[in-house]
């Protein structure tokens, strides 16, 4: 070694040798590969439906359900661009669907949600069954399952989709197919998956219809409103969630689908919540009510309030803080089934 050659140069053209073999040194990123806690390029993002909903209906001017196939305002995260993602493994987008319109079969094994944000009437239909939306519905196309919209009533629909889609990039495991005809055959009433898997009873001999995914795919608004309502008079609140329940697969107790989970909350009136962060980042979709949500990175603070139909992106590891008035109800997803799935969820309550 010759000691009279600064060390930085040695270095410098080290790496310049290295460079055209496709080698880069470690330790200048060590730091930002092993961060000591995350490091979201995300940040938090509030989306008013008042503002929104303007550019879904001149949308439905501008493209029809059957050209666009699916006629869909993505959700981007301001700091990922370009990327259709709200974190870096979701996505979400608001669809509109006008009445007479469909939006053809196809299946990918990407999963997806719906969660419905506005008006009655249109349908989806997954594996044969339709199942038609109502405000406060989440809906889940499973993985490689035949799907297509539909709207024989008289309003435009809107709702949220909750897509895998950033996860499946990052794995490369993504596939795609559309259907032979526009809108598949229906081959099982309405309500016939409900009736089997939707009452806390299945059938005795059966196989998952739709492997690690939920058999029920439609989960009305009704019955998550009804249970958190009776849980509001039953108490206790919990500090930092008020009273949250999440969205269970009844063959095995465990999530609706094998990538993402799903919640629905309600905050009573006069709600001050505590703060928390967890590992996974959670895309919120206000379904009733009014209420705000304090969100602290290290970038600093966002303070948003919220009424219906409003959608906020709480990125990983950011504190978040829910309060509110008059009380609210939130539906919420994230990717906390994949952490658990790689035991790296982790969650902090703070007091
Ligand atoms: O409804 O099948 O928002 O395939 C993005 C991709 C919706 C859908 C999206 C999709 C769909």
Same mark, same amino acid.
């Given at each position: 070694?010759?000691?009279?050659?600064?060390?930085?140069?040695?270095?410098?053209?080290?790496?310049?040798?290295?460079?055209?073999?496709?080698?880069?040194?470690?330790?200048?990123?060590?730091?930002?590969?092993?961060?000591?806690?995350?490091?979201?390029?995300?940040?938090?993002?509030?989306?008013?439906?008042?503002?929104?909903?303007? /550019?879904?209906?001149?949308?439905?001017?501008?493209?029809?359900?059957?050209?666009?196939?699916?006629?869909?305002?993505?959700?981007?995260?301001?700091?990922?661009?370009?990327?259709?993602?709200?974190?870096?493994?979701?996505?979400?987008?608001?669809?509109?669907?006008?009445?007479?319109?469909?939006?053809?079969?196809?299946?990918?094994?990407?999963?997806?949600?719906?969660?419905?944000?506005?008006?009655?009437?249109?349908?989806?239909?997954?594996?044969?069954?339709?199942?038609?939306?109502?405000?406060?519905?989440?809906?889940?196309?499973?993985?490689?399952?035949?799907?297509?919209?539909?709207?024989?009533?008289?309003?435009?629909?809107?709702?949220?989709?909750?897509?895998?889609?950033?996860?499946?990039? /990052?794995?490369?495991?993504?596939?795609?197919?559309?259907?032979?005809?526009?809108?598949?055959?229906?081959?099982?009433?309405?309500?016939?998956?409900?009736?089997?898997?939707?009452?806390?009873?299945?059938?005795?001999?059966?196989?998952?219809?739709?492997?690690?995914?939920?058999?029920?795919?439609?989960?009305?608004?009704?019955?998550?409103?009804?249970?958190?309502?009776?849980?509001?008079?039953?108490?206790?609140?919990?500090?930092?969630?008020?009273?949250?329940?999440?969205?269970?697969?009844?063959?095995?107790?465990?999530?609706?689908?094998?990538?993402?989970?799903?919640?629905?909350?309600?905050?009573?009136?006069?709600?001050?919540?505590?703060?928390?962060?967890?590992?996974?980042?959670?895309?919120?979709?206000?379904?009733?009510?009014?209420?705000?949500?304090?969100?602290?990175?290290?970038?600093?603070?966002?303070?948003?309030?919220?009424?219906?139909?409003?959608?906020?992106?709480?990125?990983?590891?950011?504190?978040?803080?829910?309060?509110?008035?008059?009380?609210?109800?939130?539906?919420?997803?994230?990717?906390?089934?994949?952490?658990?799935?790689?035991?790296?969820?982790?969650?902090?309550?703070?007091?």
């Amino acid at each position: 070694m010759n000691a009279a050659i600064p060390t930085a140069q040695v270095r410098e053209q080290l790496y310049r040798d290295m460079d055209r073999h496709h080698l880069t040194p470690l330790w200048e990123v060590l730091h930002a590969l092993v961060p000591p806690s995350p490091k979201t390029p995300c940040v938090p993002a509030l989306w008013k439906y008042e503002e929104v909903r303007p /550019f879904l209906m001149r949308a439905g001017d501008a493209i029809t359900a059957e050209e666009a196939v699916r006629r869909v305002l993505i959700l981007e995260n301001p700091s990922l661009r370009g990327q259709s993602c709200i974190t870096q493994s979701l996505y979400a987008g608001l669809q509109l669907i006008l009445p007479g319109e469909v939006a053809p079969s196809h299946r990918h094994t990407q999963s997806a949600l719906r969660f419905i944000v506005e008006g009655r009437g249109a349908y989806t239909a997954v594996d044969g069954e339709r199942t038609t939306m109502q405000p406060g519905d989440f809906i889940i196309t499973p993985s490689w399952t035949w799907h297509d919209h539909g709207h024989e009533a008289d309003e435009p629909v809107v709702w949220l989709d909750g897509l895998d889609i950033p996860m499946l990039r /990052f794995f490369d495991a993504g596939f795609a197919q559309n259907d032979t005809s526009k809108s598949q055959q229906v081959t099982r009433p309405e309500g016939a998956s409900f009736a089997r898997y939707g009452h806390n009873m299945v059938p005795v001999r059966h196989d998952p219809p739709f492997g690690k995914t939920s058999p029920i795919f439609s989960y009305p608004y009704e019955r998550s409103r009804e249970a958190l309502e009776q849980l509001e008079r039953h108490g206790p609140v919990d500090a930092w969630d008020g009273f949250k329940l999440r969205y269970v697969n009844p063959l095995t107790g465990g999530w609706t689908m094998p990538t993402i989970g799903t919640f629905m909350q309600r905050l009573p009136a006069g709600f001050e919540g505590q703060g928390w962060r967890q590992t996974d980042g959670a895309v919120y979709s206000v379904v009733e009510g009014e209420g705000e949500v304090l969100i602290t990175g290290e970038r600093g603070e966002s303070r948003y309030a919220f009424g219906p139909r409003d959608h906020f992106v709480v990125p990983s590891w950011h504190t978040a803080r829910l309060s509110s008035r008059a009380g609210c109800v939130l539906f919420s997803f994230s990717d906390r089934p994949v952490h658990e799935a790689l035991g790296i969820h982790r969650e902090e309550r703070l007091s």
